[in-house]
């Protein structure tokens, strides 16, 4: 399927998705407590956003309910996304959005596609960096790339998942030198992905900045290019990777969705509180802390933005060998 047509189709279901208007639900909304999936395990980004969410939706009461979050974990993820998909419909059910939701809608054997979600907000991209221990002889990207294209062998990557953002980005290396495979070794936290880096033990890291900012303080890690379109404020002398001529751009997203089929009037107050809350000092606080590039983009506009992504991450699933099988 061309590109272009996924893109168009993911759009459309995406608003069909969205739900229509009914005089069922409750000026009031919303009337109990609602519940927020996390597919990882506490502590991780996407339930440490959703915590700090939350709180802020009742510390500033922005919502009459709170907001009770729920880890469900298995599976990478795959048990909290069955369970979120049963709820369809249903506004008191939201989830934390990353970028495993691509995944769930491409692996033909989970097959949960972006038409059963109702995007509400995107409240941040976390963007991958590229990080060398501080005495590596690797002191640009551009002489890590050469490296690679001179003896990829002597190259290796600490990442956190075969198909997570940070692979993906090993990906889009490859692609900027043709031919080149290489190698990485996965991790069960970007923590220990960075540590591996900072040990020696690997030559660098696709992982969040935040993940390694404590070895970066501590000089033993060196950031060489971080992908984000545009320089971080807490990083303001760290290049991007256009900046430096590599079209390579990746972040892991921060972000909220309700099931397909929820009614319009609940969309459009969650949208509200979650804005509010974005907009308050807590969560700049908290996104300059986590070194976040703070974007927020409401129901429309998070909707194109995760069809577009779609795109790009098809590409590189049917490239690692996670492509929907023919029909």
Same mark, same amino acid.
């Given at each position: 399927?061309?590109?272009?047509?996924?893109?168009?189709?993911?759009?459309?279901?995406?608003?069909?998705?969205?739900? @229509?208007?009914?005089?069922?639900?409750?000026?009031? +909304?919303?009337?109990?407590?609602?519940?927020?999936?996390?597919?990882?395990?506490?502590? @991780?980004?996407?339930?440490?956003?959703?915590?700090?969410? *939350?709180?802020?939706?009742?510390?500033?009461?922005?919502?009459?309910?709170?907001?009770?979050?729920?880890?469900?974990?298995?599976?990478?993820?795959? /048990?909290? +996304?069955?369970?979120?998909?049963?709820?369809?419909?249903?506004?008191?059910?939201?989830?934390?959005?990353?970028?495993?939701?691509?995944?769930?809608?491409?692996?033909?054997?989970?097959?949960?596609?972006?038409?059963?979600?109702?995007?509400?907000?995107?409240?941040?991209?976390?963007?991958?960096?590229?990080? /060398?221990? *501080?005495?590596?002889?690797?002191?640009?990207?551009?002489?890590?790339?050469? *490296?690679?294209?001179?003896?990829?062998? @002597?190259? !290796?990557?600490?990442?956190?998942?075969?198909?997570?953002?940070?692979?993906?980005?090993?990906?889009?290396?490859?692609?900027?030198?043709?031919?080149?495979?290489?190698?990485?070794?996965?991790?069960?936290?970007?923590?220990?992905?960075?540590?591996?880096?900072?040990?020696?033990?690997?030559?660098?890291?696709?992982?969040?900045?935040? #993940?390694?900012?404590?070895?970066?303080?501590?000089?033993?890690?060196? !950031?060489?290019?971080?992908?984000?379109?545009?320089?971080?404020?807490?990083?303001?002398?760290?290049?991007?990777?256009?900046?430096?001529? +590599?079209?390579?751009?990746?972040?892991?997203?921060?972000?909220?969705?309700?099931?397909?089929?929820?009614?319009?009037?609940?969309?459009?107050?969650?949208?509200?509180?979650?804005?509010?809350?974005?907009? @308050?000092?807590?969560?700049?606080?908290?996104?300059?802390?986590?070194?976040?590039?703070?974007?927020?983009?409401?129901?429309? #506009?998070?909707?194109?933005?995760?069809?577009?992504?779609?795109?790009?991450?098809?590409?590189?699933?049917?490239?690692?060998?996670?492509?929907?099988?023919?029909?």
């Amino acid at each position: 399927m061309l590109r272009r047509e996924v893109l168009i189709r993911a759009a459309a279901l995406l608003a069909l998705a969205a739900g @229509s208007p009914t005089t069922a639900l409750a000026q009031n +909304y919303p009337i109990k407590p609602i519940e927020l999936v996390v597919t990882t395990s506490a502590g @991780s980004g996407g339930d440490v956003v959703s915590r700090a969410m *939350a709180e802020i939706v009742r510390k500033d009461k922005l919502l009459p309910q709170l907001i009770t979050v729920n880890n469900r974990v298995g599976g990478a993820g795959v /048990v909290g +996304y069955t369970y979120f998909k049963t709820r369809r419909g249903d506004p008191y059910t939201m989830m934390s959005v990353t970028g495993t939701i691509l995944l769930m809608a491409h692996r033909p054997d989970v097959a949960i596609g972006l038409e059963n979600y109702t995007p509400l907000a995107l409240f941040a991209i976390d963007p991958q960096t590229i990080m /060398v221990q *501080a005495e590596s002889p690797y002191k640009t990207f551009k002489d890590l790339m050469a *490296a690679l294209q001179k003896n990829p062998d @002597s190259v !290796v990557a600490a990442t956190t998942s075969t198909a997570g953002t940070g692979r993906m980005v090993i990906h889009l290396m490859e692609k900027q030198i043709p031919g080149t495979r290489i190698k990485f070794v996965n991790f069960k936290g970007g923590g220990e992905a960075t540590t591996s880096v900072a040990g020696g033990h690997t030559t660098f890291t696709t992982e969040n900045l935040s #993940e390694g900012q404590g070895f970066v303080e501590g000089k033993k890690l060196r !950031v060489l290019a971080i992908a984000a379109d545009k320089r971080l404020p807490q990083a303001p002398d760290v290049p991007t990777l256009q900046e430096l001529g +590599y079209p390579i751009t990746a972040g892991t997203i921060r972000g909220f969705t309700f099931t397909a089929g929820v009614p319009k009037e609940a969309v459009t107050i969650m949208e509200a509180a979650l804005k509010k809350a974005h907009e @308050s000092p807590e969560w700049k606080e908290i996104a300059r802390r986590n070194i976040f590039q703070d974007v927020f983009m409401g129901n429309a #506009e998070f909707t194109q933005f995760l069809a577009k992504r779609m795109v790009q991450y098809a590409e590189f699933f049917d490239a690692i060998g996670m492509g929907k099988k023919p029909q």
